[in-house]
Every structure is written in C-alpha cells, then in structure tokens.
C-alpha cells in the first residue's frame, strides 16, 4: 500500500513536469575539447583551465568566453584534476596541483595564479605535497587552506596568499576531492569518499583545529563527487554575517537511493524533502553524479542527472522550507551533454562546459546553458503531444493510493508496532546471518536481507538502529570481525589478506579501519593480546 502511494505521487510528479522544461540553449563549443578541468564565474567571464583533451592528453591551456566566442590563452603548467579557487578579490584565481603526466598518471607540485584582468597566469611556487583531486578554500585571514590527494599523500597545508605554501597537519585518512567547509569560530572541516579501487564511502571527518570525528550518517551515505571547482562556495546555504555555517551536499546510498545532507558546524542530517529524490521516469531511470549546487539568492539548490536516453533532468529543492518541496524537471534530449560539474551564472542559470559521456580519451567540447535563473525558465513542452491519458491515469492513481492510506491508516492505528514485533524481527536478522553468514558476502545490503526476510529496507534499518543502537553496515561488519577473530584463533599462518576477504570485507583497509574500531587493536595486536602464541 505505502509503495502505491509513494508510486502514484511520484507518477503524478513526473506528469505534472513533463508538460513544463527549462529552457536551454547550446553556447559556442570551447575551441578544445576539455576534461577534469575547472570552470568558473571570475571578473563577470566565463572561465576554464586546464584538464585533458583528446587522447587522454594533458592540455596546458585556458579559455575565457567574451563577445559570443571562447578566447585561448596559455597556462604556465598543466591542470588536469588539478585545483582552482577564486580568491575574495574577485580577479585571482590559484590553481595548483593536477596529473604529472598524461593518461591521469602521477601528481603534481605545480602553483600558478591567474589574473582576469590582464588574461595571464604566472607560475610562482610549489605546493608543499604533490597532489591531484586536492580542493582548497579561502580563509578570512586570505590563505587558503588545501587538502585531498588522488592516492595517498595527504594533509592539509596553507597558502599564504601570496607565494608560499606551508604543512599544517596531517589528516586522519586521506581523500580524493574532498570536501573542505569553514564552519564557526575559524574552524573548518574535511570530509568524503576515498579511492580503494572504486571510490568508498567513509565516515571520519577531519578539522582544522581540533581532532577527528565519526559521523554514522556517512557510512551509508556518500557525497557525490566533485571533479572540479571549490565546493564550500557552490554548496553554502547559510549566512556568513549571522554566524550561519550551513551546507547541502548531494549524497548516494548502497540502495540506489539519493538525498541531501544537511551540514551545520559539526552536525550532519538528511534534508527532510516532500518526496524522495526521483529516480525513475517514464523514459528509465536517472543516474545522478554531480554535485548539488546552491544558489543562496533564490534558496534554491539544483542537482543534475540524465539518463540513457540522452535526456537531461534537473531536481530543484527549496531548501528553506521544511519539508523541502522537491521540483523535477525534464530539459529533453541534449547531445553531447556531458558529466561535469555545473557552475551557477552571475544571473542563476547552470553552465556545463566540456565534460566526458564515457570515455576520457574522447573528452566534449560542447557547453550548455540551463535558464533557471530567469522568467524563461519554464516553457511549454512539445505542444503536439497529448497528455490527457496520462493526467487521467496519475489522477485515478492517486485517488485509489489515497483510499488505500486512509483505510490503512484506521485499521492499524490502534496497533502501533510493539516491541514484541521489533524483538521478533530482530531474532529473524541475527537467526539469517548466524546461520546463512550472509555477512560474508561482500556485496551485501539491506536490501539482500530485506528481500530474505520479505520486509522493506526501511524497516530492516529501522529495527537494527532501534535494537542494536548502530547502522546496518555496522551491525553487519561487527559479524566479520568476529568471523575474522575466529579465523585469527584458529590458524596463526594465515595471511591477513585471506582473511579479509574470507571474513566479508571488500578490501584491506576497511578491514583494518573497522576491526581496530571495533577492538581498539589491530589484528596484529589483536593476536598478541589473545591466548594465541
């Protein structure tokens, strides 16, 4: 019944917005096709820089568009996956970092600066780590604080602000494109996915001046990925006079599902939204990979997807109304649009410039223009397509949805679920990993054990968190590290390795990340502590 619902509205949703779209317009394509570079609004121009081009080939370039054309100009150093912030004086930019040689290979030292008046960069320095995938921010003092590195490496460090860049302190786990928010009393904070092959969630978030700390909600939600730009700036909602130190980060959960995470200072929680962030249409579903970007003057944040039909979606949540209502739009089939990450115009529209579909040895030329900003924004959708049937369908769904909830909602409002319930079915959950060891796969979710027991996802989480006082990844991983134990117990000759992934875990790191959080040891400690000799 909830699932007839929860179906209807989004289907009465998805019918309300295929009659509307967002204006859109294809702007000069750049005069070199470009990926992992960086795009941004500086001096009022339209900027890119650096990043590769066709044939995996690192480009030491630049384009800034001005009178209806791109204008190239040449950067002291490559960029590709390197770093770029505008600095607070509007004119500056710094770019460091980025690929030691082509193909993605290696990292960097290089720092340059450009200058949006006179349309030059100069290089002037070395950063204090080589790096790729770093990120930086602006402090008030005018350094710029930088973290994040491709693989391994990392750390933050500072730039002066004029030519040197200096160590401050390590981090607890390095990251790929982290992100890197100022929060209250000069504080900032470094958080995101890490690269183990495949890039994993992880739930330890360093700061500036203070020591790190876990946050559970990371474990089963991941932000998504930036490849480019400054994320403090894209992503702040708050207000910085007020004291104010909000974000909203998009985020992706092992279920497919996606949501926006709230970021207050040090508190993190899922942006309580109208309806679920839609995934499926009429033409198939919709993969999300972008970054949510907020527009502080409209209070609005855009997150953008497409699907394998070419089209192109945009999801706008109101997010200083609670619940935040959710809008989905559908801009219709655009060719070559590609995955990177929009940048918001001076005026409230999205730009995409350049990008990749699937493969970084054919990057795109192609920039889009998204008119939200503006009156033009909504227009009608093809006039010649009749969409009577579809209103009267969503409409008769809805009613009988609706019916359906209200009769639910009398037959069981006297019978909450008890304890007893949350009890039985918790006894189900241990009795299936107990004597199925379903934890051993590695590929395992909440919906595997959902699906098992013929309960939702929700429900399963919801019964572990209330009984156990954990996340469903870690109520799972707390089974491997006793598998581990076990095997640990039994034979002293076996190699570490083989026990990680005989014991359910995806990968070494995380085997040892959560079996010394689970026993304050290390395996290694963990055997010389035991009876074992």
């Known amino acids: 019944m909830k699932r007839l619902l929860v179906l209807s509205l989004l289907l009465v949703l998805a019918i309300?917005?295929?009659?509307?779209t967002f204006d859109f317009e294809r702007l000069p394509d750049l005069n070199i096709p470009r990926a992992g570079h960086n795009v941004f609004y500086v001096n009022d121009e339209l900027t890119v820089v650096g990043g590769h081009t066709s044939g995996f080939v690192m480009t030491p370039t630049a384009e800034y568009f001005s009178d209806g054309t791109w204008h190239t100009i040449s950067t002291v150093y490559h960029h590709d996956d390197g770093m770029a912030v505008v600095m607070s004086d509007g004119q500056r930019v710094l770019l460091a970092g980025g690929h030691d040689k082509n193909l993605g290979i290696g990292q960097s030292f290089e720092a340059e600066m450009y200058n949006s008046l006179t349309h030059t960069f100069e290089g002037f320095g070395s950063?204090?780590?080589?790096?790729?995938?770093?990120?930086?921010?602006?402090?008030?003092?005018?350094?710029?604080?930088?973290?994040?590195?491709?693989?391994?490496?990392?750390?933050?460090?500072?730039f002066d602000g004029k030519k040197s860049f200096s160590f401050v302190k390590d981090v607890s786990i390095w990251r790929s494109s982290p992100y890197i928010l100022p929060i209250k009393n000069g504080d900032v904070i470094s958080f995101g996915s890490v690269w183990r092959g495949s890039f994993e969630p992880c739930d330890t978030v360093d700061r500036l001046n203070?020591?790190?700390?876990?946050?559970?909600?990371?474990?089963?939600?991941m932000p998504f990925l930036y490849d480019q730009s400054n994320h403090a700036n894209?992503?702040?909602?708050?207000?910085?006079?007020?004291?104010?130190?909000?974000y909203l980060i998009a985020a992706k959960n092992f279920n497919g599902e996606v949501a926006f995470i709230h970021v207050k200072d040090t508190v993190f929680s899922l942006l309580e939204t109208t309806i679920p962030v839609p995934t499926m249409t009429e033409f198939g579903s919709i993969k999300y990979d972008r970054p949510a970007i907020a527009d502080r003057s409209a209070k609005r944040a855009y997150l953008v997807g497409n699907d394998t039909t070419n089209r192109v979606y945009v999801v706008a949540v109101e997010y200083d109304k609670h619940p935040a209502p959710l809008t989905l739009y559908n801009i219709g089939p655009l060719e070559d649009f590609g995955d990177a990450t929009p940048v918001l115009t001076p005026d409230g529209n999205?730009?995409?410039?350049?990008?990749?579909?699937?493969?970084?040895?054919?990057?795109l030329a192609s920039v889009w223009l998204i008119h939200i900003g503006t009156e033009k924004a909504l227009v009608e959708a093809e006039t010649s397509r009749d969409l009577t049937w579809l209103w009267v369908l969503g409409s008769f769904l809805l009613a009988v949805a609706i019916i359906a909830a209200i009769r639910y909602d009398m037959r069981h409002r006297s019978k909450p679920e008890s304890d007893a319930t949350s009890n039985e079915l918790i006894a189900r959950i241990i009795q299936l990993m107990e004597t199925q060891q379903v934890y051993l796969n590695q590929d395992l979710k909440v919906k595997d054990v959902a699906d098992s027991l013929n309960v939702s996802s929700n429900t399963i989480s919801a019964c572990i968190n209330a009984q156990k006082g954990c996340s469903f990844n870690q109520f799972v991983n707390?089974?491997?590290?006793?598998?581990?134990?076990?095997?640990?117990?039994?034979?002293t000759d076996i190699k570490i390795s083989h026990i990680c992934y005989e014991s359910g875990f995806a990968s070494e790191a995380t085997f040892f990340?959560?079996?010394?959080?689970?026993?304050?040891?290390?395996?290694?400690?963990?055997c010389a502590n035991s009876s074992i000799k």
């Open 127 to 158: 950063l204090e780590r080589n790096r790729a995938l770093a990120q930086g921010v602006e402090l008030t003092d005018g350094q710029v604080l930088i973290s994040g590195n491709h693989k391994d490496n990392d750390g933050f460090e500072v």
């Open 234 to 246: 894209e992503s702040f909602i708050g207000d910085e006079a007020t004291g104010d130190y909000s």
């Open 350 to 363: 999205l730009i995409i410039a350049g990008g990749i579909i699937d493969d970084n040895f054919a990057p």
């Open 513 to 526: 990340r959560v079996f010394k959080t689970t026993t304050g040891l290390t395996p290694k400690e963990w």
């Open 210 to 221: 203070g020591e790190p700390f876990t946050v559970p909600l990371l474990n089963d939600w």
């Open 16 to 20: 309300s917005l295929v009659g509307q």
């Open 478 to 491: 707390e089974y491997r590290v006793e598998h581990a134990k076990k095997l640990l117990s039994e034979a």
